[in-house]
């Protein structure tokens, strides 16, 4: 029997399950580290056909290299799959070089959303001689394949969509031509395997599953690799589905805590009252909690009511920016009123929000700057995420500030450049800012009591606001 190791490796906790967002967990305000799935997805598959698995998430076990390589050496296993980010990549690719100078015949298998239809630019801009494997499609159908035909039919492998290849010394690339579109058919995570206590609700500090409910997106917001890598059209998963994997979770693993993933889970609401509907009528909406993503354009007060029956208590907006000009040139389909009546509408139901802004695009002065930081101010949503802007390899973003020029996303450096902007704005000013304005929003008195004194505060709600408090006055004073 074939051994696989599914990991995530040791180093800075990384959002390393998404290609969307791949931001570090721990020098953000007040983001979450979300489970594994990309690793369970394949876990699942790989068992059912026959495989051994071996699955760790190193950073969350706050398990360090040397506890990684002694986890090799007693495993030996035949493929080790390594998840990475555009954060983490060099890191990443040093712990494989580890790898093979304990064992030079284990396989390697990188994944991460820059490997997506990869230009020969950046190929050649990274050392993978010790890569065997590269993903940029969707891992979850593509890695099983890959494996399979790795031990079985090694001719196969120059047919699999989304992977990179080396042939006679170089990196061949197959681009993704098509995507799978019956997500259904993907196992539900192998969570018997995942450290489901890893992964909590800030507002619970409680486990919380994730639950992807549907892939792509019909936007075109020119920094998101969703419609990149996902396709701009909308793959859902039954309701029925959905409601089936939220029934394991609470019946198998009794996690009763969930973030519904998807770029945008109110895009249909016929497919959002149909699940709904299941979680009411099953009784679940009286035992679990959970949270999605919406954008402030497709919510209405029905939809609002019914997702807070069913047991809504967070909804995710990305709001973006406080600048009319802004909006418009990041192609967000969205206006400041728009976000204005959506929070409002939000916050007469009681659901808490956590609204995300970025600031740092190529036109952007701190006449934009300020607007954004105004807006946020005014909308006074639960919790706020501020991020520099990153113009990821394959968005049109990229192009825009770049023009294809790939040293500055893979030089000596690393990311040291990507995020200047207008040449009179520093990255260090950026960050300066960035910090400032954090601060600013979470030591306000009228914040700091809001959150002392709701009415449904608890000693678990409490200790994550301290929790989480400390992590921002540490990331953004020191």
């Given amino acids: 029997m074939k051994k696989i190791m599914l990991i995530y490796p040791p180093g800075e906790i990384y959002q390393r399950g998404e290609d969307r967002c791949q931001i570090n967990v721990e020098a953000s305000v007040a983001n979450s580290l979300r489970a594994c799935n990309d690793l369970g997805y394949i876990s699942s598959s790989l068992r059912k056909d026959g495989y051994e698995v071996f699955l760790k998430d190193y950073p ?13 050496k007693s495993q030996n296993p035949d493929v080790i799959f390594i998840s ?13 070089n580890l790898i093979k100078q304990l064992n030079k015949d284990i396989i390697i298998i990188l994944k991460g959303a820059v490997f997506f239809n990869i230009k020969e630019e950046i190929l050649n801009s990274i050392n993978l001689s010790d890569i065997d494997y590269l993903i940029g499609g969707e891992s979850e159908f593509i890695a099983p394949v890959l494996i399979e035909a790795v031990f079985n039919d090694k001719k196969s492998v120059e047919q699999i969509q989304g992977i990179s290849y080396k042939k006679d010394g170089f990196w061949q690339t197959n681009n993704v031509i098509s995507l799978c579109q019956d997500i259904d058919s993907l196992l539900f995570p192998d969570r018997e395997l995942m450290n489901n206590k890893l992964y909590t609700n800030p507002l619970t500090n409680k486990p919380m599953a994730t639950i992807a409910t549907s892939r792509g997106c019909p936007f075109e917001c020119i920094y998101c690799l969703s419609p990149v890598i996902s396709g701009t059209k909308i793959r859902y998963r039954s309701p029925i589905s959905v409601f089936n994997e939220i029934s394991e979770c609470f019946n198998k693993y009794g996690i009763n805590d969930f973030f519904f993933k998807s770029d945008t889970f109110t895009a249909n609401k016929k ?3 149909e699940l709904c509907d299941l979680i009411i009528s099953s009784g679940l909406n009286k035992k679990i909690n959970w949270c999605a993503n919406s954008r402030v354009n497709t919510i209405d007060e029905e939809t609002i009511i019914k997702m807070k029956t069913a047991g809504c208590s967070l909804i995710a907006l990305g709001i973006e920016s406080g600048s009319s000009e802004s909006l418009e040139k990041m192609k967000k389909g969205i206006t400041v009123e728009d976000s204005i009546k959506a929070v409002e509408l939000i916050k007469k139901h009681n659901i808490k929000i956590f609204g995300f802004y970025l600031i740092g695009f190529p036109w952007e002065t701190k006449k934009h700057f300020e607007l954004t930081k105004k807006l946020m101010f005014k909308l006074d949503t639960d919790f706020i995420e501020l991020s520099i802007v990153t113009p990821f390899a394959g968005t049109p973003l990229f192009s825009m500030m770049f023009e294809d020029d790939y040293k500055h996303v893979f030089g000596k450096d690393s990311f040291k450049y990507i995020y200047e902007t207008d040449k009179n704005i520093s990255l260090e000013e950026l960050i300066k800012y960035r910090k400032q304005v954090i601060l600013e929003y979470h030591l306000r008195l009228s914040y700091i009591l809001k959150k002392l004194f709701c009415s449904k505060i608890t ?11 400390i992590r921002m006055i540490k990331n953004n004073i020191f």
Wanted: no cysteine; charged share 25%.
């Fill in 60 to 72: 969350a076990e706050n398990l360090k290299l040397p506890d990684f390589l002694q986890d090799v």
């Fill in 84 to 96: 990475t980010t555009n954060g983490s990549i060099f890191d990443d690719i040093k712990t494989a």
């Fill in 271 to 273: 497919r959002v009252f």
């Fill in 459 to 469: 000693p678990e709600l409490l200790f994550s606001y301290i929790k989480y408090g």
